[in-house]
C-alpha cells in the first residue's frame, strides 16, 4: 500500500483521511512533537493539516487523552509546526530542482507550458502585477501557489531572483504539490485564507 492510500484518524472529529490531508504527531519523553517525516520511535498522533483543527484539539487537550499523558507542549508550539511545515515545502521544491523536474524564469515557464509538460507552478509572492497576469494567462487550469517570497526561493534553490518556478510532470511533481498543498491548507478554513 502506497504511503497516498494509507489512512488514519484524525483526533479531533475521528474522520479517517489519507495520510496527505493529516499532521502527524509523537509523544517522546513526555513531550509533545510534530513528526512530519514519519522518523520519531513512536506511535503517531493525527489531526486534519489545518491551523484551526490543530488549536481545538490542542484546546481540548486532544493529545493529552490520546496519550494518557500529560504532555508538555512549548510555548511555540504553532510557531514551530507553521515553521516546519513551511520548510518541508521549500525543501520538496529542492529535491526538485536537483532531480531536473523543476524549471525558473518566465520563458523556460513559457515554453514548458506550451509543450504541456508543466504540473503546477510556484510564483512569489512578491511577484510584479504585470508577471502575475501574464502567468495567469499562460496558465489557464494549471494550478499556481502564491507561498514564498523571491528570497526565500532564491536560497532555497540556490538561484538569483526567481519569481516563477515551473515543477514538471512526473515522479517528483506528486511529493512537491502534496508537502505545497499542506503548507497552504495549513492557513485554509472553510475555503478561506486564514493567514
Do not use: W
Amino acid at each position: 500500500m502506497s504511503r497516498e492510500q494509507i489512512e488514519r484518524k484524525c483526533i479531533l472529529d475521528g474522520t479517517v483521511k489519507p495520510l496527505a490531508e493529516l499532521l502527524r504527531f509523537v509523544e517522546l519523553n513526555n513531550e509533545l512533537l510534530p513528526d512530519f517525516n514519519k522518523k520519531l520511535p513512536a506511535k503517531g498522533m493525527y489531526v486534519t493539516a489545518n491551523r484551526l483543527s490543530l488549536i481545538k484539539a490542542l484546546e481540548k487537550k486532544l493529545f493529552h487523552k490520546v496519550s494518557r499523558h500529560n504532555l508538555r507542549i512549548s510555548e511555540d508550539f504553532m510557531e514551530n509546526v507553521e515553521r516546519l511545515l513551511r520548510q518541508k515545502a521549500l525543501d520538496s521544491l529542492n529535491i526538485a530542482r536537483k532531480s531536473g523536474a523543476l524549471l525558473t524564469g518566465f520563458e523556460k515557464l513559457k515554453e514548458a507550458i506550451k509543450k504541456n509538460k508543466v504540473s503546477f507552478i510556484v510564483e512569489a509572492v512578491d511577484a510584479g502585477l504585470d508577471g502575475k497576469e501574464k502567468v495567469a494567462l499562460l496558465a489557464k487550469s494549471i494550478e499556481i501557489f502564491n507561498l514564498f517570497s523571491i528570497d526565500e526561493l532564491d536560497k532555497t534553490l540556490n538561484k538569483e531572483n526567481t519569481v516563477y518556478v515551473a515543477v514538471l510532470k512526473g515522479d517528483v511533481s506528486g511529493m512537491v504539490y502534496q508537502n505545497l498543498k499542506k503548507y497552504q491548507n495549513f492557513f485554509i478554513v472553510n475555503g478561506e485564507n486564514n493567514e
